[in-house]
Protein backbone atom coordinates (compact mmCIF):
# COMPACT_ATOMS: atom_id res chain seq x y z
CA UNK A 1 0.00 0.00 0.00
CA UNK A 2 1.02 3.38 -0.58
CA UNK A 3 0.66 5.12 2.91
CA UNK A 4 1.15 9.17 3.64
CA UNK A 5 1.68 9.57 7.59
CA UNK A 6 0.80 13.16 8.65
CA UNK A 7 2.71 13.25 12.26
CA UNK A 8 4.44 16.03 13.66
CA UNK A 9 6.54 14.15 16.50
CA UNK A 10 9.47 13.19 14.46
CA UNK A 11 10.18 10.17 16.78
CA UNK A 12 6.29 8.68 16.07
CA UNK A 13 6.78 9.03 12.54
CA UNK A 14 10.18 7.64 11.65
CA UNK A 15 9.25 4.56 13.85
CA UNK A 16 6.14 4.32 11.90
CA UNK A 17 7.17 4.53 9.03
CA UNK A 18 10.33 2.02 9.37
CA UNK A 19 7.81 -0.78 10.58
CA UNK A 20 5.69 0.01 7.54
CA UNK A 21 8.54 -0.33 5.42
CA UNK A 22 9.19 -3.49 6.45
CA UNK A 23 5.71 -4.59 5.85
CA UNK A 24 6.54 -3.87 2.19
CA UNK A 25 4.67 -0.52 2.05
CA UNK A 26 5.78 2.92 0.57
CA UNK A 27 5.59 5.68 2.87
CA UNK A 28 5.70 9.13 2.27
CA UNK A 29 5.49 11.33 5.32
CA UNK A 30 4.39 14.80 6.12
CA UNK A 31 4.26 16.60 9.92
CA UNK A 32 2.05 19.56 8.41
CA UNK A 33 -1.39 19.71 6.85
CA UNK A 34 0.03 21.98 4.00
CA UNK A 35 2.48 19.27 3.37
CA UNK A 36 -0.32 16.60 3.37
CA UNK A 37 -2.33 18.38 1.04
CA UNK A 38 0.44 18.84 -1.32
CA UNK A 39 1.26 15.03 -1.39
CA UNK A 40 -2.47 14.00 -1.48
CA UNK A 41 -2.70 16.11 -4.82
CA UNK A 42 0.45 14.21 -6.25
CA UNK A 43 -0.10 10.54 -4.94
CA UNK A 44 -3.30 8.20 -4.96
CA UNK A 45 -2.67 6.94 -1.82
CA UNK A 46 -4.39 3.94 -0.11
CA UNK A 47 -4.53 5.15 3.23
CA UNK A 48 -3.65 8.13 5.01
CA UNK A 49 -2.86 7.94 9.00
CA UNK A 50 -3.23 11.11 10.65
CA UNK A 51 -2.28 12.95 13.94
CA UNK A 52 -4.86 15.55 15.01
CA UNK A 53 -2.38 17.87 16.23
CA UNK A 54 -0.02 19.40 13.99
CA UNK A 55 1.67 22.46 14.00
CA UNK A 56 -0.06 24.31 11.66
CA UNK A 57 -3.65 23.31 12.35
CA UNK A 58 -6.02 20.92 13.81
CA UNK A 59 -5.98 17.40 11.55
CA UNK A 60 -9.49 17.34 11.43
CA UNK A 61 -9.11 20.57 8.91
CA UNK A 62 -7.15 17.80 6.33
CA UNK A 63 -10.05 15.43 6.82
CA UNK A 64 -12.71 17.82 6.06
CA UNK A 65 -10.62 18.90 2.91
CA UNK A 66 -10.16 15.14 1.57
CA UNK A 67 -14.34 14.52 2.30
CA UNK A 68 -15.30 16.82 0.44
CA UNK A 69 -12.96 17.35 -2.51
CA UNK A 70 -14.63 16.92 -5.90
CA UNK A 71 -15.06 12.98 -7.20
CA UNK A 72 -12.40 12.01 -10.33
CA UNK A 73 -9.83 14.03 -9.08
CA UNK A 74 -6.66 13.79 -6.70
CA UNK A 75 -7.44 13.35 -3.88
CA UNK A 76 -9.52 10.56 -4.00
CA UNK A 77 -12.65 11.87 -1.36
CA UNK A 78 -13.37 8.06 -0.65
CA UNK A 79 -9.72 7.50 0.65
CA UNK A 80 -9.66 5.46 3.96
CA UNK A 81 -8.35 7.97 6.84
CA UNK A 82 -7.06 6.70 10.35
CA UNK A 83 -6.82 8.86 12.91
CA UNK A 84 -4.08 8.60 15.70
CA UNK A 85 -4.93 10.27 19.09
CA UNK A 86 -4.01 11.00 22.77
CA UNK A 87 -6.14 8.35 25.00
CA UNK A 88 -7.64 11.52 26.62
CA UNK A 89 -8.79 12.92 23.49
CA UNK A 90 -12.36 11.20 23.41
CA UNK A 91 -14.78 14.32 22.35
CA UNK A 92 -12.09 14.84 19.29
CA UNK A 93 -12.48 11.09 18.43
CA UNK A 94 -16.02 11.19 18.50
CA UNK A 95 -16.08 14.68 16.30
CA UNK A 96 -13.37 13.16 13.66
CA UNK A 97 -15.51 9.46 13.13
CA UNK A 98 -18.34 11.67 12.35
CA UNK A 99 -16.51 13.91 10.22
CA UNK A 100 -15.55 10.99 8.09
CA UNK A 101 -12.57 9.09 9.63
CA UNK A 102 -12.34 5.58 9.16
CA UNK A 103 -11.22 4.32 12.43
CA UNK A 104 -8.59 5.77 15.02
CA UNK A 105 -6.06 4.36 16.95
CA UNK A 106 -4.52 5.88 20.71
CA UNK A 107 -1.32 6.70 21.32
CA UNK A 108 0.66 4.80 22.61
CA UNK A 109 -0.35 2.37 19.64
CA UNK A 110 0.79 -1.26 19.07
CA UNK A 111 2.10 -0.67 15.16
CA UNK A 112 0.48 -4.31 14.37
CA UNK A 113 -3.16 -2.76 15.68
CA UNK A 114 -2.38 -0.03 13.13
CA UNK A 115 -1.67 -2.75 10.46
CA UNK A 116 -4.98 -4.43 10.86
CA UNK A 117 -6.99 -1.33 10.72
CA UNK A 118 -5.44 -0.63 7.67
CA UNK A 119 -5.94 -3.82 5.80
CA UNK A 120 -9.93 -3.09 7.44
CA UNK A 121 -9.89 0.21 5.59
CA UNK A 122 -8.40 -1.20 2.43
CA UNK A 123 -11.07 -3.55 2.68
CA UNK A 124 -13.57 -1.16 2.48
CA UNK A 125 -12.41 0.76 -0.04
CA UNK A 126 -12.76 -2.45 -2.31
CA UNK A 127 -15.91 -3.25 -0.94
CA UNK A 128 -15.45 -6.69 0.57
CA UNK A 129 -15.54 -8.67 4.07
CA UNK A 130 -13.71 -11.48 2.98
CA UNK A 131 -10.17 -11.04 4.42
CA UNK A 132 -8.46 -13.46 2.01
CA UNK A 133 -8.41 -13.01 -1.66
CA UNK A 134 -9.62 -15.90 -4.12
CA UNK A 135 -8.78 -16.05 -7.93
CA UNK A 136 -9.06 -19.30 -9.46
CA UNK A 137 -7.40 -22.17 -7.32
CA UNK A 138 -5.12 -19.41 -6.04
CA UNK A 139 -5.63 -17.43 -2.29
CA UNK A 140 -3.66 -14.30 -1.09
CA UNK A 141 -4.37 -13.44 2.35
CA UNK A 142 -3.11 -9.47 2.85
CA UNK A 143 -2.46 -10.21 7.11
CA UNK A 144 0.25 -12.84 6.49
CA UNK A 145 1.61 -11.96 3.26
CA UNK A 146 1.06 -15.43 2.25
CA UNK A 147 -0.28 -17.01 -1.42
CA UNK A 148 -1.21 -20.78 -1.53
CA UNK A 149 -1.84 -21.88 -5.55
CA UNK A 150 -3.80 -25.23 -5.67
CA UNK A 151 -3.01 -25.20 -1.76
CA UNK A 152 0.27 -25.20 -1.85
CA UNK A 153 2.33 -22.13 -0.50
CA UNK A 154 4.09 -20.03 -3.53
CA UNK A 155 7.38 -17.99 -2.40
CA UNK A 156 6.73 -14.43 -3.26
CA UNK A 157 8.99 -11.39 -2.76
CA UNK A 158 7.41 -8.80 -0.70
CA UNK A 159 7.21 -6.27 -3.89
CA UNK A 160 5.99 -9.45 -6.33
CA UNK A 161 3.04 -9.88 -3.56
CA UNK A 162 2.40 -5.88 -3.10
CA UNK A 163 1.87 -6.22 -7.21
CA UNK A 164 -0.15 -9.26 -6.90
CA UNK A 165 -2.42 -7.96 -4.44
CA UNK A 166 -2.89 -4.20 -6.11
CA UNK A 167 -3.85 -6.26 -9.53
CA UNK A 168 -6.01 -8.74 -7.93
CA UNK A 169 -8.05 -6.25 -5.61
CA UNK A 170 -8.18 -3.52 -9.16
CA UNK A 171 -9.18 -7.19 -11.49
CA UNK A 172 -10.00 -6.38 -14.15
CA UNK A 173 -9.54 -2.69 -14.41
CA UNK A 174 -5.78 -2.09 -15.74
CA UNK A 175 -2.85 -0.70 -13.64
CA UNK A 176 -0.74 1.43 -15.33
CA UNK A 177 3.31 0.90 -14.62
CA UNK A 178 2.84 4.26 -12.70
CA UNK A 179 0.06 3.68 -10.48
CA UNK A 180 1.88 -0.01 -9.69
CA UNK A 181 5.25 1.59 -8.98
CA UNK A 182 3.57 4.69 -6.85
CA UNK A 183 2.47 1.63 -4.47
CA UNK A 184 5.59 0.20 -3.87
CA UNK A 185 7.80 3.09 -3.98
CA UNK A 186 8.13 6.47 -1.97
CA UNK A 187 8.82 9.71 -3.27
CA UNK A 188 12.29 9.38 -2.56
CA UNK A 189 12.85 5.73 -4.19
CA UNK A 190 15.49 5.85 -6.85
CA UNK A 191 13.46 3.63 -9.48
CA UNK A 192 14.80 1.41 -12.19
CA UNK A 193 12.88 1.86 -15.44
CA UNK A 194 12.43 -2.13 -15.89
CA UNK A 195 11.95 -2.79 -12.40
CA UNK A 196 8.07 -3.63 -12.63
CA UNK A 197 8.62 -6.03 -15.59
CA UNK A 198 10.81 -7.89 -14.07
CA UNK A 199 8.71 -8.37 -10.98
CA UNK A 200 5.60 -9.43 -13.04
CA UNK A 201 7.91 -11.62 -15.61
CA UNK A 202 8.75 -13.89 -12.23
CA UNK A 203 5.03 -13.54 -11.13
CA UNK A 204 4.12 -15.19 -14.17
CA UNK A 205 7.33 -17.67 -13.96
CA UNK A 206 5.69 -18.37 -10.42
CA UNK A 207 1.93 -18.29 -10.68
CA UNK A 208 1.14 -18.75 -14.51
CA UNK A 209 2.11 -17.20 -17.72
CA UNK A 210 -2.09 -16.22 -17.87
CA UNK A 211 -2.10 -14.97 -14.50
CA UNK A 212 -1.49 -11.32 -15.42
CA UNK A 213 -2.20 -9.75 -18.83
CA UNK A 214 -0.09 -7.23 -20.79
CA UNK A 215 -1.50 -4.36 -22.25
CA UNK A 216 1.02 -3.08 -25.01
CA UNK A 217 1.73 0.81 -23.65
CA UNK A 218 -1.25 1.20 -21.24
CA UNK A 219 -0.14 -1.67 -18.30
CA UNK A 220 -1.46 -4.81 -16.25
CA UNK A 221 -4.16 -6.51 -15.38
CA UNK A 222 -5.58 -9.67 -13.96
CA UNK A 223 -8.40 -10.89 -15.80
CA UNK A 224 -11.99 -10.94 -14.28
CA UNK A 225 -12.33 -14.71 -14.72
CA UNK A 226 -9.22 -16.77 -13.99
CA UNK A 227 -7.43 -18.74 -16.89
CA UNK A 228 -8.63 -22.48 -16.93
CA1 LIG B 1 1.07 16.03 17.22
Same mark, same amino acid.
Given at each position: ?????????????????????? #??? #??????? $???????????? =?????? @????? +?? +??????????? #?????????? !???? $??????????? $????????? +? =????? *? @???????? !?????????????????????????????? !????????? &???? *? &? $?????????????????????? =?? *???????????????????????? !????????? =??????? &??
Amino acid at each position: MRVLVVEDDENIAAALAAHLER #AGH #AVDRTPT $IAGAWRALQAEA =YDVVLL @DLGLA +DG +DGSVLLRRVRE #APVGRLPDPA !MPVL $IMTARDEVAAR $IEVLDQGAD +D =YVTKP *F @DPDELAAR !MRVARRRMAGRAQTVLRHGDLEIDPATRTV !MKAGRPVEL &SARE *F &S $ILLALVDARPRVLSRAQIEAKL =YN *FDSALESNAIEVHVHRLRRKLGEG !MVRTVRGVG =YYVPAEP &SP
